[in-house]
Nanobody, 126 residues
Framework: EVQLVESGGGLVQAGGSLRLSCAAS????????IGWFRQAPGKEREGVSC????????YCGDSVTGRFTISRDNAENTVYLQMNSLKPEDTAVYYC???????????????????WGQGTQVTVSS
């Protein structure tokens, strides 16, 4: 059974930091690009950051450039999202997803991802 399980969300004050984790199982993790997406109430799901097989970040969204860093540990089948300098507008449910690296490079949108986690809530207070 394919599973992507996010953790690390919570409530934090503006300017603070959180580190999200995405633990994967049930598929060959090394063969997939992994992306972080987020969705705020009433808004479309948007890309935050994606990472390819070789740990090179792939363009997935530009709203968090310089504040969020994605990384992956293939030995642990886990992807991380380090979020610094958080802002109230970062409040959303954050999802991780796995997709074909060939598709993700060409079109890093939610439609290119096959597997999704259940999401973790991040709330940033002002």
């Amino acid at each position: 059974e394919v599973q992507l399980v996010e953790s690390g969300g919570g409530l934090v004050q503006a300017g603070g930091s959180l580190r999200l984790s995405c633990a994967a199982s049930g598929f060959t993790f090394d063969d997939y690009a992994i992306g972080w997406f987020r969705q705020a109430p009433g808004k479309e799901r948007e890309g935050v950051s994606c990472i390819s097989l070789s740990e090179h970040s792939t363009y997935c969204g530009d709203s968090v450039t310089g504040r969020f860093t994605i990384s992956r540990d293939n030995a642990e089948n886990t992807v991380y999202l380090q979020m610094n300098s958080l802002k109230p507008e970062d409040t959303a449910v954050y999802y991780c997803a796995a997709g074909s690296p060939e598709l993700v490079v060409v079109s890093p949108t939610p439609r290119s991802f096959d597997y999704w986690g259940q999401g973790t809530q991040v709330t940033v207070s002002s």
